[in-house]
Each structure stands twice: as C-alpha cells, then as structure tokens.
DNA sequence: ATGGTGGGCAGCCCA
C-alpha cells in the first residue's frame, strides 16, 4: 500500500500536475494541502475517473484539504474535535484498514505573531485529539503539511533559520509532543540522501539551489511504522512549470496481515 | 540588500 501527501497550492491550478503524477506513482491513498476550493469545486470526477474515492474539506481562497484512496472512507471527521478553528486544515477518515489523518498545520507566519500562537494552540489541540485516534487506532497515519522542520538536519542553512517560524523550539517541542504518542517519523526509518527537503520557496532560485525545508511528513503508529519498507520525497513535480513549492512525499507500506 | 515569487481575488492577504 503506497500512501503519499502533497501540498498542491491550489488544487484549481495544479490538477493537471496531480493527475499526471497520479498515473505514474501507483498511489494507494494521498492526502492533499492547500487545495484552495470550496466543496461545490471541487473536481470529483477526475479521480473518481482514475478509480479513487474522494473526501474533501474545502473553502474559499485559503486552506482546504482532501483525500484520494482506493477504499471508501468511513468515520470522516474534519476538525479537531472540541477545537472551535474555521479554518479547513483537517480531514480524518478510516479506510483499507487504517486510520488516515490529513493535515495543514497552520504557517505561524513569524515567531511571536498572533499566527504564530494560533499555530501553538492548533498543535496542543492536535496531540490532546490524536492521543485518543492513536488509543482507538493501532494503525494509524498522520500525515500532512506540518510546516515545522524537525530537527536542523531538515533546514538547508540552520544557521540562517535559528529561532525562525518552521524551527523554533516552541514549534519542535509540540511537534515531539505529537510524535510522543508513539507516531514515528518513516521519511528517518530508512538512509535518506542529506538536503532531502520537501518544500522550497518560490524566490531567490530556491529550489534551484536546494534551499528547501523537510516540513511535510508521515508519522505512523509503532505498528503500522513496523510494515513500512521506503518512504521517498518526490522532486520530480517541483521541476515542472507553475509547480507547487512543495514536493510529495511518499510511504510504503505491506498489507495488514 | 528585510527583498524576492506565486495563488486568489480585487489592492491586498497569505504562504
């Protein structure tokens, strides 16, 4: 079972691209960012065109997020429960036997900023509900654009980026919180190539230079980490015109037994 | 050099 997640900046935009990179990858299930569009927009038939189901939890403008699988979802949630956040950052379901969380972690715009405690109390809000996903879920999947790098190994340039939004200790700290739960980070299970980074700005040659961050991840329960066999960035989509700024990220997984 | 580029929707907000 391949799993992948991918923040497409703007689903309206980069539908070609993701039906494209569809047809190539063999993917079981991918989670989508940023998709941008309300639920009425939102290109169904495309992908139920190339066999997946869809979940989608959109609005105007920003945010958004949906799910492609081969297998119908059931127990969809789209917030966090008891976390009052109109924002659509969050799209829970259950299918092909596993529990599959999608997620838009919010930017936090800079260190100190009202967005950048927002993103805190999001986090705090997001451990306090997986600690009981994980407690219902042995196989669970926590996935997304997490736009917190880590550990400096995932920074291009640590030195340039200390204290900043994406690697402050606040931000880490909650995200250890969240990966405390027993969720393990699969992209660190397997030997990766150092400046293996998943979303580079659009300025600057960034990408270009490979001037990127490793922000979107796949953290999985203990058990389900267990059966993972690779998990891979894929630049490939970032090299196109008009490309997202981030790249997919892609897990494998072997069947339950 | 505190910029630069891109998406969305109307002169900005957000990333």
Same mark, same amino acid.
């Given at each position: 079972?391949?799993?992948?997640?991918?923040?497409?900046?703007?689903?309206?935009?980069?539908?070609?691209?993701?039906?494209?990179?569809?047809?190539?990858?063999?993917?079981?299930?991918?989670?989508?960012?940023?998709?941008?569009?309300? #639920?009425?927009? $939102?290109?169904?038939?495309?992908?139920?065109?190339?066999?997946?189901?869809?979940?989608?939890?959109?609005?105007?403008? +920003?945010?958004?997020?949906?799910?492609?699988?081969?297998?119908?979802?059931?127990?969809?949630?789209? #917030?966090?429960?008891?976390?009052?956040?109109?924002?659509?950052?969050?799209?829970?379901?259950?299918?092909?036997? =596993?529990?599959?969380? /999608?997620? +838009?972690?919010?930017?936090?715009?800079?260190? #100190?900023?009202?967005?950048? *405690?927002?993103?805190?109390?999001?986090?705090?809000?997001?451990?306090?509900?997986?600690?009981?996903?994980?407690?219902? *879920?042995?196989?669970?999947?926590?996935?997304?654009?997490?736009?917190?790098?880590?550990? #400096?190994?995932?920074? *291009?340039?640590?030195?340039?980026?200390?204290?900043?939004? *994406?690697?402050?200790?606040?931000?880490?700290?909650? =995200?250890?919180?969240?990966?405390?739960?027993? =969720?393990?980070?699969?992209?660190?299970?397997?030997?990766?190539?150092?400046?293996? +980074?998943?979303?580079?700005?659009?300025?600057? =040659?960034? $990408?270009?230079? /490979?001037?990127?961050?490793?922000?979107?991840?796949?953290?999985?329960? !203990?058990?389900?980490?267990?059966?993972?066999?690779?998990?891979?960035?894929?630049? !490939?989509?970032?090299?196109?015109?008009?490309?997202?700024?981030?790249?997919?990220?892609? !897990?494998? $997984?072997?069947?339950?037994?």
């Amino acid at each position: 079972m391949r799993i992948a997640t991918w923040n497409v900046n703007s689903l309206r935009v980069r539908l070609p691209q993701v039906l494209e990179w569809l047809a190539g990858s063999a993917v079981d299930v991918l989670a989508m960012q940023e998709t941008k569009l309300v #639920d009425a927009d $939102f290109p169904t038939e495309a992908f139920t065109a190339l066999g997946y189901q869809v979940l989608f939890s959109g609005q105007k403008t +920003y945010n958004g997020v949906a799910l492609l699988a081969r297998a119908p979802g059931t127990a969809v949630l789209t #917030d966090i429960p008891g976390f009052e956040d109109p924002p659509r950052r969050v799209l829970a379901a259950t299918l092909a036997g =596993l529990r599959v969380v /999608n997620l +838009y972690v919010p930017n936090g715009q800079a260190v #100190d900023s009202e967005k950048y *405690h927002y993103k805190l109390r999001w986090l705090a809000a997001l451990r306090d509900w997986l600690s009981e996903e994980a407690r219902q *879920h042995p196989r669970l999947v926590v996935l997304g654009d997490f736009n917190i790098a880590p550990e #400096d190994r995932d920074v *291009h340039d640590p030195a340039a980026w200390v204290g900043s939004v *994406h690697v402050s200790e606040p931000e880490r700290r909650a =995200l250890r919180a969240v990966q405390e739960l027993g =969720l393990l980070d699969v992209f660190r299970r397997f030997e990766q190539p150092p400046g293996t +980074y998943s979303w580079w700005d659009y300025r600057m =040659l960034a $990408f270009r230079r /490979n001037q990127g961050l490793r922000i979107d991840l796949v953290l999985a329960s !203990a058990a389900l980490a267990a059966t993972c066999t690779a998990c891979v960035i894929d630049r !490939a989509p970032r090299k196109a015109e008009r490309p997202s700024d981030h790249a997919p990220v892609v !897990a494998d $997984f072997t069947p339950p037994p």
